[in-house]
């Protein structure tokens, strides 16, 4: 049976949380592989709406178990809130695993991460100030903290001490803050050990042993390809590989396993933070989309920058991720328009560019290239398939295919879990 990979291929807000609940009732596991709380995903089941932000989407489904991978960076506070507001709700959490090789996102991580954003000034990348780049930072740099860490209190306290060491020199004599205790630290950490630890294991073996068992295994990527550490527009994105790669390192499970690997494309473009956005609009088609698009982070609370479709990025994540399949969401959000721009290619210093440039300064001045799609006025939200589509939403997505590299398997044409058009089945 397969293994499935369902990550952006933007960056990020895509709808990946619809896109892996319509799986969830498929698949016996979902896993998270990578990211943390600052990875947000909406999802709509009947007229109920719920904003998960480190919990993996399919925990919505009572048929499969939702996994927190191994290259996920934790903040137990948030966790437990986040199960606490899904149980009061009537959602069944407890099948819910985490690895216990995952990091812990600490108190002083977070004070670390606003305290150097703010220093940055106008250089500041855009962080959600959730401590998510510090906790990988002390991962590579072999001090941070592991989830099975939390049941070894002399290892705990040695870890802690180690990474204060360094971090109070910093807060005191660099950003003019107090001191952070160790025994504090130690103690609030701590005091998550038993509420967690009905979900923590070994997942390395757990998934592996699923695949082995012919289960249906979907891996679930946070933010989007081009917010990776590695293939995205760097220094603009996050600290971790929602990429395909990703999928393998973040969960131990191999290569060879994974038999899809599937995009989620919005039919437009958005992007939340610093950082260059050829096809951003300032205009009042940018409200419009914003507006119409409910455009507004999941878990930062900030407006997204909106802009039209962008070919470019979209061929880009097709051949860094081995793309298969894309999903696309929100084509509802574009109908009204009589005129749809669709970026083609890039205009960098007077010459054409067709795929995106590997150079930062060359891709901070790219102009994008339009090609102009007729729009379409029906609604489509009722569509149950592409037939049911209006001939130039047809169109419309047939050159986005066509643009993009990869086949268009399931169109999203509202919010709802039943608001999809399936063309090709994933599983």
Known sequence: MPALVLLGAQWGDEGKGKATDLLGGSVDYVVRYQGGNNAGHTVVVGDQKYALHLLPSGILSPTCVPVIGNGVVVDPSVLLSELSGLNERGVDTSKLMIS???HIITPYHVTVDKVTERFLGKRKIGTTGRGIGPTYADKINRVGIRVQDLYDESILTQ???AALDVKNQLLTKLYNRRAIAVDQVVEELLGYAEKLAPYVADTVLVLNQA???DKVVLFEGGQGTLLDIDHGTYPFVTSSNPTAGGACTGSGVGPTKISRVIG????YTTRVGAGPFPTELFDADGDALRRIGGERGVTTGRDRRCGWFDAVIARYATRVNGLTDFFLTKLDVLTGWEQIPVCVAYEIDGKRVEELPYSQTDFHHAKPVYETLPGWSEDITKAKSFADLPKNAQNYVKALEEMSGAPISAIGVGPGRDE????????
């Not at 989620?264 to 039919?267: D, F, H």
């Open 159 to 161: 870890k802690v001490e």
């Open 211 to 213: 695949l082995e068992d």
């Open 264 to 267: 989620i494309l919005k039919a």
């Open 100 to 102: 216990g090789n995952a």
């Open 420 to 427: 999809t058009i399936e063309i090709n089945s994933f599983l």
